[in-house]
């Protein structure tokens, strides 16, 4: 018999507020144990099978799927559990395409063992013998794939040109930094990350790779100084982030640049400060472009094959691309939500992930 932890959605929240998971009524989530007899026939449905989640992705887009709004995602329904990608193993199985044993990436949720219906529920299978296994949700998980379709896809195709990528530490802004620094020839890539250690490994990430600490109250000086010195401008700006630091990196756009509108992650969390200098859009005719990954799921494939070809002919380093791996397994499963809020105060560099089962890495490939 296995006893499952699963922590359901049951009241909604907002953006201007940080979640609640506790005892009282203004608890967003709710844990709730159920218990599954793997060698019962009987448990599962024809397309069904029973997984075990071994890690969680944690990711800044969870606070909308948390939110009554509707955006490219349907609205979650109340009850359901709290949603979340991550990877899980087939303890049992009625789908013969994901049998006993394999691997799976999928919505798991925030659950550590669940059924899963194959039939509703988009789910792929992932090879640990290839891969390991955590790299399916670093490099080449969603927030590689969103870089690599930002750059390649949205950004301007330039040479020599002035980018700036905001939220720059994180798992899309630092694979942002590589794609550009080692396959665009940029001038100069500013990047933006918060605490001086941070901003040190940013600047191993590429040559020609700037950081700036918007943590340190001389940040909006040090920007001004650093674009002044040669007269630069911003020519693409790679925005995670929104807030304040988009509000001040606008005024240092250069004339039909391009901005790309990947995430907000300032106001995901707490208020936000307003985007009081738009005007600079119309005088400076700059481009900005909203990007979901999703819309490109099509493209991961051929997006995977090229990243791989840059792995093999040295242009970009699998160890640059880094999993912060935290773990809530058994009794401390009740730690998720706490361990995913903690993103918004930073503490990943590269793929902010949480580990809920045990696994034994030394089975994994090397790549
Ligand atoms: N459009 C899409 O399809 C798509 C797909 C994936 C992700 N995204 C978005 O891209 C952004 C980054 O996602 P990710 O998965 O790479 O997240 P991540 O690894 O958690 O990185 C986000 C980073 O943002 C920084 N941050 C948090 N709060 C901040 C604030 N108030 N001001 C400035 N920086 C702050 C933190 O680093 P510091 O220590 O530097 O503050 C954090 O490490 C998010 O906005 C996410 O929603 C969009």
Known sequence: MIKAQQILLTKYTDFDRPIVFDDTEDSNFKLITKEYDVSDDELLRHGEIFI??????????????FTPYKSYKAVTPLGEIAPADGIARVLASKN???????????????CDYRILDTQKEKCHIVDPHKVPLAKYLSLFGG??????????????QVQNRV???TGAAGAAGSSCVQFISKVLNPKLVIAVAGGKDKCQWVETLGSRVKCLDYKDPGYKKDLFKLLNADKSEIDVLIDHVGGWILNNAILYMSDFSTVVQVGAVAGYNSPSDGFTNYANVITKRITIKGMIVMDHAAEFGQAAHRISQWLKDGTLDVNNFPEHIVQAIGPNFTNVPQLWTQLFQGVNRGKYITQVNEYAQGRESRL
């Open 96 to 110: 013969p395409r994901f049998p006993k044993g394999c691997y799976v990436e999928t919505f798991t949720g925030w």
């Open 163 to 165: 980018w700036m990528v």
């Open 52 to 65: 075990q989640v071994i890690y969680l992705s944690n990711d800044p887009a969870q606070k909308g799927w």
């Open 143 to 156: 927030t590689t794939m969103t870089a690599y379709f930002t750059v390649f896809h949205y950004a301007p």
